[in-house]
């Protein structure tokens, strides 16, 4: 769209300079037109990046790389996919406009090569009608930047940023991408926060009311993840289009207390304080379209799906990252919409298992049904309590929980008394509510004695003796691109850390309170410079400050070197534990 | 009256300083950035009558050959669309001048076997000389140090450097340019 806006604006420029003169139209030089630059993506491959001016193109098929010294063989570039055009003498052409960034792998004959050059012939054209010849720009890699023994060592040894191996492993074709993609997602199926979606799954099944066969079960599944994925194609298309800040907007309070208010009423559901249903005119209107569909409520599971798409979103914001920053970067509005439908695919892979049994396993359930939806019901309360967590403050989090868990207690007649001769299960339950009642009381307590620790609950009512100055990690808040830039080079001889942060941000947050917490962290972190940018606000000059760094939005923790420079590759996007985050902080320190 | 007159012309000479201005300042951010222009026309000249390049038999020809002669020396290359949309128009200005002493010369910053097929295709009815490195060289000091194609020159009888034309030439425009030389 801006590029359109922008021909428009430069074909005007043109005529008026045709008009102001009559000849020869203003071009740039193409140095400028096609902004070059490389950097070291990790021991084997190097990243190219195009910074193509408005109006201006590069042909995808007539880029040639390469290497000195001889030692340093370029293997096959990883080009993304260009916009085809038809070329009345040369077929298909593909052509780049905007960003671009090719990745470029290489082997090295022997260990201990210092430096490697690159050169990179490019062939471009204006759209004012004229071509350049071959154009040739090189640059020179340190090699010795990755620290010795980094050539040799396992590509997986180096701390390579999470965004970056996401964006390595899609440099290749279009399949491979999608592949990829799908991959993903089904790893991130794993992850704890997609096993909540289980149970809304089967608690829409449950509540259908009638027998669900497994093969009725598994439709209804696929109907789910194909609203699910559906959505995610939807952001890769926007992706692809706009490069916006989509986990800022799908991570902002609101569309967060929506979806935990949305949590809400599925759980108050599950308690059997209504029935979720359609309006009865609507119902049978739609039950005549549905019986020729293949699951009774398709309609509603579907939209169940696109729900869960904008739900789960905001918890897989690394990998999400990743992913909207490799299409934002292509500008491949297929290919992101083609990528991110088939992770969503993988990622309902256990879905469609557990939909299929669960339609199996369902027609057999007696009254042990209520105790299960139930359970689906404090699970989503749980999630609900979960999404709204970043920004409700401790205490009022902490009576969330303590509500949760008494209530829970209650439910499993914690405070009942047992009949004289009680079954096994019952005496189990009774067990598991008493302990729900304890953790219920004691984040009560926590919430009422000013506890700072969600994991500690009492801690607030131990003596502070410790005190809180080592609680608090000492960042320089930074709010624009020249504070940054005046910070880094007041940190001259110090590696400086910035941390992108915003209230919203969960693993932010996680970050801070396990992480940054850490002794052998924090001890580090005396010898770092320690920058933060609180983008909550998302004012132009963060705006500006996340897109420096090629950033979406927090999580992101950016690495300079002594001399102020970013060490590339050294990013950490999401949350790390502890025990990787120090080795990250070890390779900043000992980064020559 | 005479003081109306006077105002008349004070805003004649204004308007026309400030339009001389402005087409002054585009022309040399221009002139920068897409032609040396410290390079005398003359020493163009001279630089490309003494260029030896490839003909698609693989045969080197001088340039030199066609002193004398309305020259118009066109770099172009089969990969570079504006170059392409050019060529019908120099085909038939070619044919129809041909006899009067014009002479047009392709030089191809291309593939010599792409060339050969796209001469074909086009009916070129003028030499075409290829060459990597060297074409390249003749073509930055043949004034267009930022390496655009199309670029033509257009070079009278007596060896004056007539016009430099960087990107796509109308047929008309070309032929209002050449026929005054013929």
Not at chain 1, 566 to 589: K, M, N, S
Request: glycine share 10%.
């Amino acid at each position: 769209m801006s590029s359109f806006t922008s021909r428009v604006l430069l074909a005007v420029l043109l005529t008026a300079a045709t008009l102001a003169y009559g000849a020869e139209p203003e071009l740039l030089e193409p140095d400028k037109a096609f902004r070059f630059s490389a950097r070291l993506k990790d021991p084997r491959s190097i990243e190219v990046n195009y910074q193509i001016a408005p109006g201006y193109y590069l042909y995808r098929d007539k880029f040639r790389f390469v290497l000195s010294p001889a030692g340093a063989k370029p293997g096959a570039a990883q080009l993304p996919a260009g916009a085809k055009h038809r070329d009345e003498f040369f077929g298909e052409v593909e052509t780049y406009r905007g960003n671009i960034s090719i990745v470029v792998p290489f082997e090295l004959a022997e260990a201990g090569v210092p430096a490697i050059r690159l050169a990179v012939t490019s062939q471009g054209c204006a759209d004012a009608g004229v071509c350049y010849i071959p154009h040739e720009q090189k640059a020179e890699l340190k090699l010795a930047a990755l620290g010795p023994g980094a050539i040799r060592s396992d590509a997986a040894a180096a701390p390579t940023g999470e965004d970056d191996r996401v964006a390595a492993l899609l440099g290749g074709g279009f399949w491979l991408a999608v592949a990829s993609f799908f991959g993903f997602g089904l790893l991130l199926s794993f992850t704890p926060c997609v096993l909540p979606m289980v149970p809304i799954l089967s608690g829409i099944i449950i509540g259908a009311g009638q027998p669900v066969t497994r093969t009725k079960g598994l439709l209804l599944a696929a109907v789910y993840v194909l609203g699910m994925a559906i959505t995610y194609a939807i952001a890769g298309v926007a992706a692809g289009l706009s490069g916006a800040m989509l986990s800022a907007v799908l991570q902002n309070p609101w569309v967060l207390g929506a979806f935990a208010a949305i949590f809400v009423a599925l759980a108050l559901a599950m308690f059997g304080f209504y029935e979720l249903q359609l309006p009865v005119a609507l119902q049978s209107r739609l039950s005549s379209a549905s019986n020729r569909l293949p699951g009774g409520h398709g309609v509603g599971v579907f939209v169940m799906g696109v729900l869960s798409a904008l739900i789960v979103g905001p918890c897989v914001a690394a990998p999400l990252a990743g992913a909207l920053l490799y299409i934002g970067q292509s500008r491949d509005v297929v290919l992101g919409g083609s990528a991110l439908f088939a992770m969503a695919l993988g990622m309902g892979v256990p879905l469609l298992a557990v939909g299929a049994s669960a339609g199996a396993l369902l027609p057999k359930a007696g009254p042990w049904m209520e105790t299960v939806k139930r359970f689906f019901g404090t699970l989503l309360l749980a999630v609900a309590i979960y999404l709204v967590s970043p920004f409700t403050p401790l205490p009022v989090q902490m009576f969330l929980w303590a509500t949760l868990l008494i209530g829970t207690a209650v439910y499993l007649r914690a405070i009942d008394p047992l009949p004289p001769h009680a079954h096994g299960f019952l005496r189990f339950a009774k067990v598991v509510g008493l302990i729900a009642l304890l953790a219920g009381v004691a984040y009560l307590i926590g919430a009422f004695s000013g506890s700072r620790d969600i994991l500690q609950p009492l801690s607030g009512l131990r003596a502070t003796a410790t005190g809180d100055a080592g609680h608090e990690t000492p960042f320089q808040r930074v709010s624009s691109l020249s504070d940054l830039d005046a910070r880094v080079r007041a940190a001259a001889g110090k590696p400086v850390l910035l941390d992108f942060y915003a209230d919203w941000c969960v693993s932010c947050k996680e970050m801070e309170r396990f992480t940054f917490s850490d002794e052998r962290v924090k001890t580090r972190f005396r010898d770092i410079v320690l920058l933060q940018a609180d983008v909550t606000a998302n004012s132009p000059e963060h705006a500006a400050l996340l897109k420096r760094f090629r950033l979406f939005g927090p999580p992101g923790i950016i690495f300079f070197d002594r001399e102020g420079r970013e060490i590339q590759g050294l990013r950490v996007i999401g949350f790390q534990p502890a025990d990787r985050f120090v080795t990250v902080l070890d390779h900043a320190l000992n980064f020559k | 009256m005479s003081k109306v007159r006077a105002l008349a012309l004070f805003a004649a000479v204004a308007v026309a300083s400030a339009m001389g201005g402005a087409a002054y300042s585009l022309w040399s951010r221009s002139g920068a950035t897409v032609v040396d222009r410290t390079l005398s026309s003359q020493a163009i000249v001279e630089r490309v009558y003494a260029a030896r390049l490839a003909d698609l038999n693989g045969a080197s020809q001088g340039l030199g050959q066609w002193r004398g002669q309305v020259l118009v020396v066109n770099f172009w290359a089969t990969w570079c669309a504006p170059c392409r949309e050019e060529i019908p128009g120099f085909v038939n200005l070619q044919e129809r001048y041909g006899s009067r002493g014009l002479k047009f010369v392709g030089i191809a910053i291309d593939q010599p076997d792409k060339v050969a097929e796209f001469a074909r295709e086009f009916r070129i009815n003028y030499p075409l000389l290829t060459g990597g490195l060297e074409t390249m060289d003749l073509l930055r000091q043949a004034g267009n140090r930022a390496g655009v194609l199309p670029y033509t020159l257009v070079i009278d009888r007596g060896g004056n450097l007539v016009s430099r034309e960087p990107g796509g030439l109308k047929e008309a425009r070309l032929e209002g340019i050449i026929r005054p030389l013929l």
